[in-house]
T-cell receptor, first 114, second 111 residues
Framework: EAQVTQNPRYLITVTGKKLTVTCSQN?????MSWYRQDPGLGLRQIYY???????DKGDVPEGYKVSRKEKRNFPLILESPSPNQTSLYFC?????????????FGQGTRLTVV | TQLLEQSPQFLSIQEGENLTVYCNSS?????LQWYRQEPGEGPVLLVT?????EVKKLKRLTFQFGDARKDSSLHITAAQPGDTGLYLC???????????FGKGITLSVRP
């Protein structure tokens, strides 16, 4: 089954404790991205990757890192989480970098930083 | 910065009613996508419209792309409780562009 898999689905952590949210897709898509979704603010792009070893900042990249060492994986790293990073996070993949192609989303990771 | 404004922000209706919601921008997009997101899930694509004036139907849902490709509407006929969810529109501007998302419309259909 074609899918984007995120782990974990739920995470509660403390301020400053490094964490990684994993994302994997099995559709051989070139383009992957991370979003955060907050009430009243909608989906905002954090980082994106057009292909292996090619990553770039989205609209809200501060406090986040990403890597793309393999085509299928695109982990999101929070080196020193803070409470304002409490949010619902989505990983998405698309066949290409054109903005006209369908984005396939994971099921989301609800992160709480206390 | 390209912005997509969706209206209304919230809508609560009775089963069987018809409704229309909107996605508007001052910018031109090469395509408009509509997604539905259910609680606890990621958004799922409903439809993509690419031609100005284009109308697409998906069962009881009718999507229209404005002639100038700056806006879109979603009409639901005889809404069902299963239509409940967050409806997101997203605009694309072609190669090497990202999808720009609106903030979404929360629809609740009461039995």
């Amino acid at each position: 089954e074609a899918q984007v898999t995120q782990n974990p689905r739920y995470l509660i952590t403390v301020t400053g404790k490094k964490l990684t949210v994993t994302c994997s897709q099995n559709m051989n898509h070139e383009y992957m991205s991370w979003y955060r979704q907050d009430p009243g603010l909608g989906l905002r792009q954090i980082y994106y990757s057009m292909n292996v070893e090619v990553t770039d900042k989205g609209d809200v990249p501060e406090g986040y890192k990403v890597s793309r060492k393999e085509k299928r994986n695109f982990p999101l790293i929070l080196e020193s989480p803070s409470p304002n990073q409490t949010s619902l996070y989505f990983c998405a993949s698309s066949p290409s970098s054109t903005g006209d192609t369908e984005a396939f989303f994971g099921q989301g990771t609800r992160l709480t930083v206390v | 910065t390209q912005l997509l404004e969706q209206s209304p922000q919230f809508l609560s209706i009775q089963e069987g009613e018809n409704l229309t919601v909107y996605c508007n921008s001052s910018s031109v997009f090469s395509s408009l996508q509509w997604y539905r997101q259910e609680p606890g899930e990621g958004p799922v694509l409903l439809v993509t419209v690419v031609t100005g004036g284009e109308v697409k139907k998906l069962k009881r849902l009718t999507f229209q792309f404005g002639d100038a490709r700056k806006d879109s509407s979603l009409h639901i006929t005889a809404a069902q409780p299963g239509d409940t969810g967050l409806y997101l529109c997203a605009g694309g501007t072609g190669a090497n562009s990202k999808l720009t998302f609106g903030k979404g419309i929360t629809l609740s259909v009461r039995p």
